[in-house]
């Protein structure tokens, strides 16, 4: 098939520090590649994603204006005219590609289906096919029709493989509320373990809650890296006893569980949104409600088997799976209706 996949022009494909759509992106790409599709990203032209690419933007960056984002849309649908699919990440371009597309257009929200973003994709869902990312993401998708639910993928030979550790616990992500950053914090100190966090901290909001909540009880065996490289967040994830993951919102899918996950590496999470979908309680990690949970879920880490951890990201988070789940849509989506 001919697949043209449009990025968001935000960051670049892959990111080079946090950017979960844009590594979720850089995966599908190279897998449809790699199954023998003919594969065109529109994207921005400091991406090194090795497929075929074609960009308007020179660089990627979030203070790109309305107008760098309409040239954007209207370049790459004009480009992936003679395409079987259009698969578009992002969130008004389908607005557009319904009315000029040649083939199937495709999307995937990223993000959660809060009520505002359901309204747009009531009118997106006129021409367009929606993906969600878990069953729990769809199950919030209200009356909206969800084409399939496709789970995200990775590479799990891009990420090494940790052995018995003594380097602690790991928290990566965002530095927000909802991500439960003081939780973890609590929940370390409590179990006895030591505790690194490697989180983006850019928007005012970010800083809001670091200053307020995290800050003041960072210290002794609890370290703040801030936001760290694709290569390090590696290699932390490889060293770490487990990933503490304590999120507060029902989020949508959780791409660093499943880094972990590759690395052999464990996940101590709340069972809030997609968690029960990837993390096989007892098995690759374990799932409690509450801080005390947590806590002795955390003491238990060093039961769990890493070669385990790491056969799930091979077998149900694969790059390969994420394509082949794809190509059965793009394929009935071409083939019209039955």
Same mark, same amino acid.
């Given at each position: 098939?001919?697949?043209?996949?449009? @990025?968001?022009?935000?960051?670049? /494909?892959?990111? %080079?520090?946090y950017?979960?759509?844009?590594?979720?992106?850089?995966? $599908?790409?190279?897998?449809?590649?790699s199954e023998?599709?003919?594969?065109?990203?529109?994207?921005?032209?400091?991406?090194? *994603?090795?497929?075929?690419?074609?960009?308007?933007?020179?660089?990627?960056g979030?203070?790109?204006?309305?107008?760098?984002?309409?040239?954007? /849309?209207?370049?790459?649908?004009?480009?992936?005219?003679e395409?079987d699919?259009?698969?578009?990440?992002?969130?008004?371009?389908?607005?557009?590609?319904?009315?000029?597309?040649?083939?199937p257009?495709?999307?995937?929200?990223?993000?959660?289906?809060? &009520?505002? =973003? =359901?309204?747009?994709?009531?009118?997106?869902?006129?021409h367009?096919?929606?993906?969600?990312?878990?069953?729990? +993401?769809?199950?919030?998708?209200g *009356?909206?029709p969800?084409? #399939? /639910?496709?789970? +995200?993928?990775?590479d799990?030979?891009?990420? &090494?493989?940790?052995?018995?550790?003594?380097?602690?616990? $790991?928290?990566?992500?965002?530095?927000a509320?909802?991500?439960?950053v003081?939780?973890?914090?609590?929940?370390?100190?409590?179990?006895?373990?030591?505790l690194?966090?490697?989180?983006?901290?850019?928007?005012?909001?970010? +800083?809001?809650?670091f200053?307020?909540?995290?800050?003041?009880?960072?210290?002794?065996?609890?370290?703040?890296?801030?936001?760290?490289? @694709?290569? #390090?967040?590696? !290699?932390?994830?490889?060293?770490? @006893? %487990?990933?503490?993951? &304590?999120?507060?919102?029902?989020?949508?899918?959780?791409?660093?569980?499943?880094?972990?996950l590759?690395?052999?590496t464990?996940?101590?999470?709340?069972?809030?949104?997609?968690? &029960?979908?990837?993390?096989?309680?007892?098995?690759?990690?374990?799932?409690?409600?509450?801080?005390?949970?947590m806590?002795?879920?955390?003491?238990?880490?060093?039961?769990?088997?890493?070669?385990? %951890?790491? !056969?799930?990201?091979?077998?149900?988070?694969s790059?390969?799976?994420?394509?082949?789940?794809?190509?059965?849509?793009?394929?009935?989506? *071409?083939?019209?209706?039955?």
């Open positions: 098939m001919k697949i043209a996949i449009i @990025a968001p022009p935000w960051l670049p /494909v892959p990111p %080079c520090g950017g979960g759509t844009e590594e979720v992106i850089d995966g $599908l790409a190279r897998g449809l590649a023998g599709h003919d594969v065109l990203l529109f994207t921005t032209d400091d991406s090194t *994603c090795p497929v075929a690419k074609a960009s308007v933007l020179d660089r990627a979030t203070g790109a204006g309305a107008w760098d984002l309409v040239r954007h /849309v209207v370049r790459a649908y004009d480009a992936a005219r395409f699919v259009v698969h578009d990440h992002t969130l008004t371009g389908p607005l557009y590609g319904q009315r000029v597309a040649y083939a257009v495709v999307t995937t929200n990223h993000g959660p289906f809060e &009520p505002e =973003i =359901i309204q747009h994709y009531r009118v997106v869902a006129r367009a096919s929606i993906v969600a990312i878990s069953h729990h +993401h769809a199950s919030t998708a *009356c909206l969800i084409a #399939d /639910v496709i789970h +995200h993928g990775l799990a030979d891009g990420f &090494p493989l940790g052995g018995p550790t003594t380097a602690g616990a $790991l928290f990566l992500g965002r530095m509320p909802e991500k439960g003081h939780t973890a914090v609590r929940v370390a100190r409590r179990a006895g373990m030591p690194r966090i490697a989180a983006k901290l850019r928007e005012p909001r970010e +800083h809001e809650y200053e307020g909540q995290v800050r003041p009880i960072l210290g002794g065996d609890v370290e703040f890296l801030g936001e760290v490289s @694709a290569k #390090d967040k590696l !290699r932390l994830l490889a060293d770490a @006893a %487990c990933l503490l993951n &304590p999120i507060q919102w029902a989020e949508p899918f959780g791409m660093v569980a499943i880094e972990a590759a690395c052999g464990p996940v101590v999470a709340t069972p809030c949104g997609a968690m &029960p979908e990837i993390v096989e309680d007892g098995v690759t990690g374990f799932l409690r409600a509450d801080v005390d949970g806590v002795e879920a955390v003491r238990e880490v060093g039961s769990l088997d890493r070669a385990a %951890c790491r !056969r799930a990201a091979e077998q149900r988070f790059i390969r799976r994420m394509a082949l789940n794809h190509v059965a849509l793009y394929e009935r989506l *071409c083939a019209g209706p039955q």
